[in-house]
């Protein structure tokens, strides 16, 4: 959409300003120099955003320095009039009255937009903190959680008509959503009861994040219309890991499922995630069909994300150093429906309950007994709540107990799913080696701590016992019926 003929003044000073032509979208053009970049709103109405009125767009610049400064401080500015000189010529601030507002930002090269990234697992991983720091620190705000999801689903039909989607398969989506709403309504009423639906970024793709000093950086949050952000945290999510998902694979959107949850402890997030990853594919499907580009691959998302798919559960155990966690997160994405299987890691979980991240050491007494006790039993309760939401899980713990061992296998009975037990095993020596290697793990073990282990009875062992050597990973999948996946 071309820059309204009323702003053609100002898109000439900008222009001049910055030394270049603008990065448009459908509702705001960007002036990129230098040193600074210029936002200005499109004046225009779209059914969904009304930028025609000046006052309007001087208030939505300055809604949007609020809701990014706190985020992106280094890249949000300020809030600027265009006004005019004594000699008529429009420029930069001023006195006088508005003609145009325009929110100036820090300029970010085009090779730091997320969508030009490769995505590291180190990358994704920070990611996935971003959005769960945005999250924790966003304004919780209860809301008829089902009556928004089923406006915004609504809204989508239309939309994707006039975008020229194919008609007949735009209804069949509608009316599989339209199911699935029905069916998870008391979920997601009950998680906006329970804290969950909050102040949104409500954009969250990958080029709204960018690194800025080296992190990864979230920006361009929804400002315009607050009914599209107060939304379930995970509707907020299902967009970064829906794009991730087509952009790069599924194991790239299950790292960040599964580091999301670690950091938020929100195994319950996975219920709605059919629907979300759905409706945000069909958002970005008729988006691009009004963009003139091919949506047939957006569509074909739309659907698959609601086909069912069983739900299983897998625990990895054995001794510190053996490859669980390796294991784990190689199988996880073969697991089960979009993204893959909820990995659910006793290391990740105790750094948790002590407020820290994966990657930070504890002290020995956050390994007594009683603190790995309630460690094991939030393991199975946030399990319990993912097979009750339908996703795969995969239990990563040592398991020497057989009790724990009997209580992972309890919860997938409960919830009526199959279960496999992989247990791994390899000589000492060589789990020290691997121990002593170890850099940014969510495991505290050393050696001293992998040598009793090691002098533990773990009792008879009927899981599958695989070496944790090279042909680990193809062994785990045979004994899961997997062995014609992938292994890449």
Same mark, same amino acid.
């Given at each position: 959409?071309?820059?309204?003929?009323?702003?053609?003044?100002?898109?000439?000073?900008?222009?001049?300003?910055?030394?270049?032509?603008?990065?448009?979208?459908?509702?705001?053009?960007?002036?990129?120099?230098?040193?600074?970049?210029?936002?200005?709103?499109?004046?225009?109405?779209?059914?969904?955003?009304?930028?025609?009125?000046?006052?309007?767009?001087?208030?939505?610049?300055?809604?949007?320095?609020?809701?990014?400064?706190?985020?992106?401080?280094?890249?949000?500015?300020?809030?600027?009039?265009?006004?005019?000189?004594?000699?008529?010529?429009?420029?930069?601030?001023?006195?006088?009255?508005?003609?145009?507002?325009?929110?100036?930002?820090?300029?970010?090269?085009?090779? @730091?937009?997320?969508?030009?990234?490769?995505?590291?697992?180190?990358?994704?991983?920070?990611?996935?903190?971003?959005?769960?720091?945005?999250?924790?620190?966003?304004?919780?705000?209860?809301?008829?959680?089902?009556?928004?999801?089923?406006?915004?689903?609504?809204?989508?039909?239309?939309?994707?008509?006039?975008?020229?989607?194919?008609?007949?398969?735009?209804?069949?989506?509608?009316?599989?959503?339209?199911?699935?709403?029905?069916?998870?309504?008391?979920?997601?009423?009950?998680?906006?009861?329970?804290?969950?639906?909050? +102040? #949104?970024?409500?954009?969250?793709?990958?080029?709204?994040?960018?690194?800025? !000093?080296?992190?990864?950086?979230?920006?361009?949050?929804?400002?315009?219309?607050?009914?599209?952000?107060?939304?379930?945290?995970?509707?907020?999510?299902?967009?970064?890991?829906?794009?991730?998902?087509?952009?790069?694979?599924?194991?790239?959107?299950?790292?960040?499922?599964?580091?999301?949850?670690?950091?938020?402890?929100?195994?319950?997030?996975?219920?709605?995630?059919?629907?979300?990853?759905?409706?945000?594919?069909?958002?970005?499907?008729?988006?691009?069909?009004?963009?003139?580009? @091919?949506?047939?691959?957006?569509?074909?998302?739309?659907?698959?994300?609601?086909?069912?798919?069983?739900?299983?559960?897998?625990?990895?155990?054995?001794?510190?150093?053996?490859?669980?966690?390796?294991?784990?997160?190689?199988?996880?994405?073969?697991?089960?429906? #979009?993204?893959?299987?909820?990995?659910?890691?006793?290391?990740?979980?105790?750094?948790?309950?002590?407020?820290?991240?994966?990657?930070?050491?504890?002290?020995?007494?956050?390994?007594?007994?009683?603190?790995?006790?309630?460690?094991?039993?939030?393991?199975?309760?946030?399990?319990?709540?993912?097979?009750?939401?339908?996703?795969?899980?995969?239990?990563?713990?040592?398991?020497? @107990?057989?009790?724990?061992?009997?209580?992972?296998?309890?919860?997938?009975?409960?919830?009526?799913?199959?279960?496999?037990?992989?247990?791994?095993?390899?000589?000492?020596?060589?789990?020290?080696? +691997?121990?002593?290697?170890?850099?940014?793990?969510?495991? !505290?073990?050393?050696?001293?701590?992998?040598?009793?282990?090691?002098?533990?009875?773990?009792?008879?062992?009927?899981?599958?016992?695989?070496?944790?050597?090279?042909?680990?990973?193809?062994?785990?999948?045979?004994?899961?019926?997997?062995?014609?996946?992938?292994? #890449?």
């Amino acid at each position: 959409m071309t820059i309204p003929a009323a702003q053609a003044e100002a898109a000439d000073l900008l222009a001049r300003l910055s030394g270049a032509a603008p990065v448009e979208t459908h509702i705001s053009a960007v002036y990129v120099g230098r040193d600074t970049a210029w936002k200005m709103k499109k004046a225009v109405a779209l059914g969904f955003l009304d930028f025609t009125r000046l006052e309007d767009r001087a208030r939505f610049c300055r809604r949007e320095l609020d809701l990014n400064r706190p985020h992106a401080p280094g890249i949000y500015r300020d809030v600027i009039p265009l006004t005019r000189a004594p000699d008529g010529a429009l420029r930069e601030g001023g006195d006088g009255p508005a003609v145009e507002w325009v929110l100036r930002m820090a300029p970010i090269p085009a090779g @730091d937009f997320l969508d030009q990234v490769p995505p590291t697992p180190a990358l994704l991983d920070a990611v996935a903190d971003a959005v769960a720091a945005m999250h924790a620190a966003a304004e919780r705000i209860p809301v008829d959680a089902p009556a928004t999801m089923g406006a915004i689903l609504e809204g989508n039909v239309p939309s994707a008509l006039r975008a020229g989607l194919d008609a007949p398969r735009v209804e069949a989506w509608a009316a599989a959503a339209r199911a699935e709403l029905a069916r998870i309504a008391p979920v997601l009423a009950a998680r906006s009861a329970a804290g969950f639906t909050r +102040r #949104c970024h409500g954009d969250l793709h990958l080029g709204n994040l960018c690194l800025w !000093d080296g992190r990864p950086t979230l920006f361009d949050a929804l400002e315009f219309d607050e009914a599209l952000a107060r939304i379930d945290v995970g509707y907020d999510l299902a967009f970064l890991l829906m794009d991730l998902d087509l952009r790069h694979g599924r194991a790239a959107a299950n790292r960040v499922l599964n580091r999301y949850v670690a950091r938020s402890g929100d195994a319950g997030i996975v219920a709605g995630l059919p629907l979300w990853l759905s409706m945000r594919a069909m958002i970005r499907a008729h988006v691009e069909g009004a963009r003139g580009r @091919d949506w047939r691959a957006l569509l074909a998302a739309a659907e698959q994300h609601l086909v069912p798919a069983p739900a299983r559960m897998v625990a990895v155990g054995g001794l510190q150093g053996t490859g669980k966690s390796t294991i784990a997160r190689a199988i996880a994405p073969l697991l089960g429906r #979009c993204p893959g299987a909820l990995v659910l890691r006793t290391d990740e979980i105790r750094k948790r309950r002590f407020g820290l991240a994966p990657e930070q050491r504890l002290p020995p007494e956050a390994y007594a007994e009683d603190v790995s006790r309630s460690v094991h039993a939030e393991l199975f309760a946030m399990a319990r709540d993912a097979l009750a939401g339908g996703q795969a899980v995969i239990a990563d713990a040592v398991f020497l @107990d057989p009790a724990q061992r009997a209580a992972a296998e309890a919860a997938a009975r409960e919830a009526g799913v199959p279960f496999d037990g992989l247990w791994l095993e390899a000589p000492l020596d060589l789990l020290r080696a +691997r121990l002593a290697a170890r850099r940014d793990d969510a495991s !505290d073990a050393n050696e001293a701590v992998l040598l009793r282990a090691a002098a533990v009875d773990p009792g008879p062992i009927a899981w599958h016992r695989i070496a944790a050597d090279d042909g680990a990973l193809a062994a785990a999948l045979v004994a899961l019926g997997m062995e014609r996946h992938s292994m #890449c």
